[in-house]
Each structure stands twice: as C-alpha cells, then as structure tokens.
C-alpha cells in the first residue's frame, strides 16, 4: 500500500479522464492519475473532430497551444449504394470565425497536450500503470485501487472511472453490468498521409480549413454503422464502424469493409496515392440514453465512455465525455469544499449536473433511436440508400423518358420493397424517435 493519500483518483488519461484531473487540481485538489499507456493518447482512438466550445470550459485560451489540425468549414452527408452517393453538404465560411467551433485533432498528440495542461496545474501522473481492481470495502464503498505496481494499493476520498468503453474495472467490481454487444459499435480507422498542398486542393479549402464527411448506406452491409473521412494538416483520417451485434450475425470483418469503403469511386480519387501509416481498432458506445449504468455510489463516480455517454446520432463523444469529466470535478470540488463525505448521496451532485446538460438532454433525446435503427438496419441501412440512389438516377438522367413515366417507376420501385404501410410506418418510427 502506497502511504500517500489523494483526494482523487482518476483512472484513465483520455477526454474524460483529463478533463476531471484538470477541474479538480486547477482548484486545489489533490489528484493522481493513472495512465496504462505509454504515454496518455498512446492507446486512444477518435476520428477526430473536437468540440471547442466543451475544451474552452475547461482550458479557455486552448487555442494558444493546443496541437489542433484543421478548422472544420465545409460538411458533407452521404448516403452510399455500391457505386454512387447521394449527398447532403453545408459549408460556410462563417466557420471561419476568430474561434472555430469544431477541429480535426490527432489524439495521440492531443491526450499529449492535455496531460501536459493537467500535470502544470498539479496532477500527479504516473503512465504505464494499470489499474488491476478498485478497492471495496465490506459496505461496497470504493477506498481506492489496486494497480500492477509493486505494492500498488493507493487510497482516496473518491474514485473517477474513467477507463473508457470496455468499463471492465467497474463491471469487476460489480458497480456495473458490462455492455451489450448490440450498444458497442466496433471501429476501425487508418490514416492516410498526403501533401498539404494536396488535401487542399482535393477538398477545395486553404490553410487551415478542413473537411468532413460521414457517409452511412451499402458500405455497412446491412449493419446499423457509419463510416467517416476527416481532413487533417498533412493526413486524412478514415474509418468504419459498426455494432458488434451485427459483426457476430453477419460474420463481416471490419477490415474488408474498409477496404471496400476505401476503393467506392466516391472515396478513391480523394486518398489516391497516399501513404497508410496507422491502422486502429477500438470500440465505441451506442447505446444511447438506455445503456447508460449507474453514475455514482459511496466513493465513486463514472465519466466519458465509460458511463456510455456517446451521442452516435450526431457522432459526438469527446465532447460528452469532456463535459462529464468537467462536472465530475466540479461535484466533487464542491463537496470536498464543503467538507462533505464522498457518499452515493452526495455524489448525486454529479448526475443533477449531469441532467442539467446538453449531455443528458440530447441522449434523452434521441433515446429511442439506437433500438430503432438496430431493428430496422438492413432497411435503413441498405435499402432505402439503393432505393434513393435510384431515384436521384431517374431523375437526373436524360435519355427520352418522359418524367411522368421516370416518377411512376421511382414510386413503383419504394413500394415494391417497401410496401405502403412499410414506407408509412418507417417514417412515423423516424419522426417519433427524432422528436
Ligand atoms: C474510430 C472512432 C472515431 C471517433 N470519432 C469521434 C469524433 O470524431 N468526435 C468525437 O467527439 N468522438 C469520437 N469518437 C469517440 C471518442 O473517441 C470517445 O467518446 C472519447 O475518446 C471518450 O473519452 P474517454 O476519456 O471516456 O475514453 P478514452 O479516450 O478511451 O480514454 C480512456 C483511457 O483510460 C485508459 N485506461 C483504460 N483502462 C485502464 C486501466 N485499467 N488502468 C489505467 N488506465 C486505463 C486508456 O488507456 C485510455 O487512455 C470516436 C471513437 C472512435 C473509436
């Protein structure tokens, strides 16, 4: 047992992780993390668009030092069948402003960066140490960790999980069930290195612009999944993923659908002659607002991907999990201020934060969506993108038809796969789960 005593132990150095470090040390907590990377970032996996205005809260002159990639300008929606894409794009150039909203970052350098942030306000961090278990006593109070060093027991007034999406600490020591295989989306992503010069001309954008596309439809055979493509400085980052119920079912590899995402004519030409320097696998929360466990007990709360908070409808988690590392602090630092013990009850500051925020009200939001997407994959995911894709072909190619006669057969073609209650009843689903 390691005699020095915290207030807090945080487990984990990604979003969360930092982001509850940095709140309680920047005011006068004492705080060790651990980290079982190499170094924070060495083992953390994210697409990677960041949300500033969810990073200002925290560091709020982030822009001064932050290793940030490009500004976002331009996004594009696309739903895929084999061959073409039917697109949705918004660009502006009032994301051009002094303070841009949303950044590509690389994680490895970012959790980097973070952890520097947190380290000068005081944190404690020691890498390669993996928690093995948390210390519980008779009552089920968590006392602190036990880690893979040698007497490697720490104690504190309380425990921040913030271990990512497996959650295994937490299921171990039976705060938790562990997640379902229809909540968890397996991911893989590669980067592909290319000139500067050469990305913008591609993407038509300069300097530090950037570019977003996210693209759902054929490419996820049938699974419920979506796939990205994001523009860094000198790279592009690109990735698919889909639930690991439906990989078991389906029998897919994440792999060749990557490779088949790569070589759709929509996607080629833009990473033509680049170089492929990383691979990455990782999982990713989607369970929405039903799958999120219990956040707190006598000397523990749970943050970020490890309490499921992930909005994969807007395919947003660092943000959540920044904010939920953010409020997690603040709770406790208003507790620890009030020389109030580390109870379940009083932990439930927490979660009121928590409810208060944009986190819980959007995953509420949306909380019948991941279910109805799951139970309806191969139609949302594989015929309506044909289907759409063959309408737009009806209506855009010229070869003597009369357009009456192109309408009827588009109409005609929804109905035989669909039917009518069909194509009535998956709208009325969508709008009652959008709502
Ligand atoms: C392919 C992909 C693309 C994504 N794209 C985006 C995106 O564009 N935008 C977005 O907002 N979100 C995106 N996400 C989601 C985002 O990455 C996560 O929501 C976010 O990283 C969650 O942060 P976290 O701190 O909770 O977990 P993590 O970032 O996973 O950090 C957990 C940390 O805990 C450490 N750890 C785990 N167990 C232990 C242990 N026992 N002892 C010590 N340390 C431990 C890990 O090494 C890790 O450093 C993406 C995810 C994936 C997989």
Not at 181 to 187: D, I, K
Not at 317 to 335: D, K, Q, W, Y
Not at 342 to 356: I, R, S
């Amino acid at each position: 047992m390691i005699d020095e005593r915290f207030d807090a132990i945080v487990i984990g150095a990604g979003m969360a992780g930092n982001a509850a470090a940095y709140t309680m040390a920047s005011r006068g907590l004492k705080v060790l993390q651990l980290e079982r990377g190499e170094y924070p970032g060495s083992k953390n996996v994210q697409g990677a668009i960041m949300y500033a205005s969810m990073l200002e809260k925290i560091i709020p002159d982030f822009r001064e030092d932050a290793p940030l990639e490009r500004h976002i300008i331009e996004q594009r929606f696309w739903m895929m069948d084999d061959r073409s894409h039917t697109g949705m794009q918004y660009r502006s150039d009032d994301f051009n402003e002094d303070k841009p909203n949303r950044y590509t970052i690389v994680r490895a350098q970012f959790d980097k960066w973070f952890s520097r942030k947190c380290r000068e306000v005081g944190v404690t961090l020691l890498t390669e140490t993996t928690v093995t278990d948390l210390l519980v006593d008779s009552t089920g109070k968590v006392l602190g960790v036990k880690t893979d060093r040698k007497g490697g027991a720490i104690q504190a007034d309380v425990v921040v999980l913030a271990e990512g999406v497996n959650g295994l600490l937490g299921t171990r020591a039976g705060l938790r069930e562990p997640p379902k295989p229809e909540n968890v989306a397996l991911a893989v992503k590669e980067m592909h290195f290319l000139p500067a010069e050469t990305i913008e001309s591609r993407f038509n954008i300069k300097g530090d612009e950037g570019v977003v596309v996210e693209a759902a439809g054929t490419i996820t055979k049938g699974m419920t999944g979506l796939a990205f493509l994001y523009t860094n400085k000198e790279s592009i980052s690109l990735g698919i993923g889909c639930l690991i119920s439906d990989f078991a079912e389906t029998r897919e590899s994440p792999y060749t659908l990557l490779e088949t995402f790569k070589a759709h004519p929509s996607i080629a030409p833009l990473i033509a002659g680049s170089e492929v320097k990383e691979y990455a696998a990782h999982m990713i929360p989607e369970g929405g607002y039903k799958a999120i466990p219990q956040l707190h007990g006598d000397g523990w709360v749970v943050v970020g991907d490890a309490a499921q908070l992930n909005n994969a409808i807007h395919r947003e988690g660092s943000n959540l999990a920044m904010t939920s590392g953010r409020l997690a602090g603040e709770a406790i630092h208003r507790l620890k201020a009030g020389r109030q013990p580390m109870t379940k009850e009083n932990l439930k500051l927490y979660k009121e934060l928590l409810d208060e925020s944009f986190v819980m009200k959007d995953l509420k939001k949306y909380k019948d969506m991941p279910a109805l997407l799951h139970t309806n994959s191969a139609n949302f995911f594989q015929s309506y993108p044909q289907l759409i894709s063959r309408a737009a072909q009806n209506f855009l190619r010229v070869d003597g038809t009369p357009k009456i006669d192109m309408e009827k057969k588009t109409t005609r073609s929804f109905i035989e796969k669909r039917s009518r209650i069909g194509l009535i009843s998956d709208a009325v689903k969508l709008a009652f789960a959008w709502r």
